[in-house]
């Protein structure tokens, strides 16, 4: 069983749609990031919310850090193809030990 | 280009024997950090190595090891390989110990195990 469990797994949608993936534990953590990984290439970071309640908004994409520190959320307005890949939540804790989410595949049709 | 060089980039060996896997590090960081992502496992953490030192342990294996060295180069060493180690292999490098600095992977090492 993951420590990080995240929904849904898959995603399919047209361009211009929004979306919201869910990143969802029983532990806390100290820190959460969220990756992008494309096809082939290592993971990329997009962000990390450290403060439970904390909202970071990057462009299009808004994150959401829970209040317990157990969740977080990932909602992208008006997606587009080049959105397309996994995405990946990390959740550090018990120092510096790193858990890595079951992943959310999304692919944006144009 | 994240500026962390994993090489080689795919590795094909038999069951049994035993494999060395690089990383350089971006240039300035002391960490290296090194994970395993399979599709039924997903991405697992492995270890962290801060300049020169274990810093911790995930859900690495008594079979492999890790070291970084005095240039900052890390090595996963994976021993008694067996089909079920075939997975890419991740490094990510930050500054400094702490866990909320941003990792930059590299592009992976791909082990297929025969």
């Known amino acids: 069983t993951q420590l990080l469990e995240q929904s849904p797994q898959f995603l399919s949608i047209q361009e211009g749609e929004n979306l919201t993936v869910y990143c969802n534990s029983s532990?806390?953590?100290?820190?959460l990031q969220w990756y992008r990984q494309e096809p082939g290439e290592g993971p990329v970071l997009l962000v990390t919310v450290v403060t439970g309640g904390e909202v970071k908004k990057l462009k299009r994409l808004t994150f959401q850090f829970g209040d317990a520190r157990k969740d977080s959320s990932l909602h992208i307005t008006a997606a587009q193809p080049g959105d397309t890949g996994l995405y990946l939540c990390?959740?550090?804790?018990?120092?510096?030990?790193?858990?890595f989410g079951t992943g959310t595949s999304l692919t944006v049709i144009p | 280009d994240s500026g962390v060089t994993q090489t080689p980039k795919h590795l094909i060996t038999a069951t049994g024997q035993r494999v060395t896997l690089r990383c350089s590090p971006r240039?300035?960081?002391?960490?290296v950090y090194w994970y395993q992502q399979s599709l039924d496992q997903g991405l697992q953490f492995l270890i962290h190595y801060y300049n020169g030192e274990e810093r911790a342990k995930g859900n690495i294996l008594e079979r492999f090891s890790a070291q970084q060295f005095p240039d900052l180069h890390s090595e996963l060493n994976l021993s008694s390989l067996e089909l079920g180690d075939s997975a890419l292999y991740f490094c990510?490098?930050?500054?400094?110990?702490?866990?909320?600095?941003?990792?930059?992977f590299g592009d992976g090492t791909r082990l297929s195990i025969l």
């Open positions: 990510a490098s930050s500054r400094g110990p702490e866990e909320r600095q941003p990792q930059h």
């Open positions: 532990s806390v953590f100290s820190s």
């Open positions: 240039s300035g960081d002391l960490s």
């Open positions: 990390a959740g550090a804790k018990d120092g510096n030990q790193f858990y």
